[in-house]
């Protein structure tokens, strides 16, 4: 079985340059990302049950598809921005930050193994967090991984990361793991050039460059190797 690839759009700035400089990303909580339900579930105490929003995870999202309009529309800046195809582990993202916790986390060859799940979307009802004490223990946490299916297209996985372990917001990969770079549509193909030869730079050129086109016949993005 063939390892997967994730995807992460991205917008062209001075952050996202950065980013692929030092081969990390941003680590939004709940409270950042843009599903006001993200996160959102409802727990129990000792006056019954309430909703809350659970901000006490970092939430970093990726799609298995890298030619979908609407996301190049929503996060790669109306298909101007980028899309970065992240190869896994089997089931796991890859990351190099030294501060994450022996215990909680597979550490292999000096780097960490997360794993990577995908998200399930609901019809209806907010997930409720399972009373603690009359519960599957591995329901506890579904909340993290469930979203209205109104969000369905984006066809997401997620890696969900305790706020306690990383210090610095953002989580580092190794320069392997970043197997492709996709351009959008109505990206500048000479600022498209300048961000080639950067990465090239960086990370050599074992990395696959993609623009995507219009399909001619259809509506449908396409990605053409470059």
Known sequence: KNNMIVYKYRSINKNSILDMLSRSFYTPLPSELNDPFDCFTHLY???GVYGTLVDDYYVVAFSVDKGSILLWSHYGD????ICLGFLLDGEDFIIENRELENNIYRYENNVYKIPITKVEY???NIITNPDPENSDPSEEYSFLYNKSNQWAYEKEYRLIIKKSN???KHIYYPAERLVSISFGVNICHSYRDQIVD???NIYGKSIRIYQMERATD???LVSKRI
């Not at 109306?78 to 921005?81: F, T």
Request: proline share 0%; charged share 25%.
């Open 78 to 81: 109306s298909h101007k921005g």
């Open 166 to 168: 990383i210090t610095n």
């Open 122 to 124: 609901q019809i209806g």
């Open 198 to 200: 950067l990465i090239n």
């Open 218 to 220: 259809r509506y449908e």
């Open 45 to 47: 105490d000792s006056d």
